[in-house]
């Protein structure tokens, strides 16, 4: 089974850097959409990053929303399932085992203490994902989105164990099939859906420690970059709102 990095793009060079590095050396096949709002194009040297791995980007408008833009990376991304990630996320094909304790959140907490301890095992996270995806009745693969303020991987946002139930689960990894997709009236907070059953399609999820997980490193951009994600934030707002988003 082939599988697919996925990944909708807008001023993101910065982020999409890293992605496209670590997605080559693991993905069968890089799809990108280009979503400038309007169809505008980045001006930070995005596409140009993209053309340097080899990427044509295909161009689309996120005003369409992101339930349309969503089922896309998955119905044209060429393979037989995609990974659907944002610049600023990984997807480590191998890593180490972690444990995290401690019930404090950003942001209410600004430096909430956690505990995070790496051991000394790996998962080979990879390989357990093209192994879950043999089975022809598993149309996705849900897993647990891990927040950190840096990529040292030592001080998440919070607990992904969940102590209080705040463990972000997330069906990124999804079967190209044609009844599988998100509903397109969700302009946002896309919704994935079998359309054969109006239901979530039947997935699977992650065991204690093999994963999949998606690391998740906004707070590390966000200090990079000052301003981008609030603007990000407002345009999407705006986009939720039935409005005409901003080009930055």
């Not at 690391?215 to 939720?240: I, T, V």
Request: hydrophobic share 30%; proline share 6%; net charge neutral.
């Amino acid at each position: 089974m082939s599988i697919s990095l996925s990944v909708n793009v807008y001023q993101d060079a910065p982020a999409l850097r890293g992605l496209l590095e670590l997605g080559s050396r693991y993905f069968d096949n890089i799809f990108i959409l280009h979503t400038g709002p309007g169809g505008a194009r980045s001006t930070d040297g995005t596409i140009e990053l993209c053309e340097s791995f080899g990427i044509a980007p295909i161009f689309d408008d996120i005003q369409k929303g992101f339930g349309v833009i969503r089922s896309r990376l998955i119905h044209d991304s060429g393979c037989d399932w995609s990974c659907l990630l944002d610049a600023d996320e990984r997807f480590f094909p191998q890593l180490p085992v972690m444990t995290c304790e401690g019930d404090e959140s950003y942001p209410a907490h600004p430096n909430p203490k956690l505990t995070v301890t790496h051991k000394a095992d790996v998962i080979d996270q990879g390989a357990h994902v093209k192994n879950l995806i043999k089975n022809p009745e598993t149309m996705a693969l849900r897993s647990t989105r891990r927040h950190w303020f840096g990529f040292d991987m030592k001080r998440p946002s919070q607990n992904f164990y969940g102590p209080n139930g705040n463990k972000d689960h997330q069906m990124r990894i999804v079967r190209n099939h044609p009844e599988i997709g998100y509903v397109k009236e969700r302009v946002m907070h896309e919704w994935l859906r079998d359309f054969r059953t109006g239901k979530d399609p039947k997935f699977v999820s992650q065991d204690e420690h093999g994963g999949p997980f998606i690391d998740h490193f906004h707070l590390h951009f966000r200090k990079e970059q000052p301003g981008h994600k609030e603007f990000n934030e407002e345009n999407y707002a705006r986009l939720s709102r039935g409005e005409r988003m901003v080009v930055k």
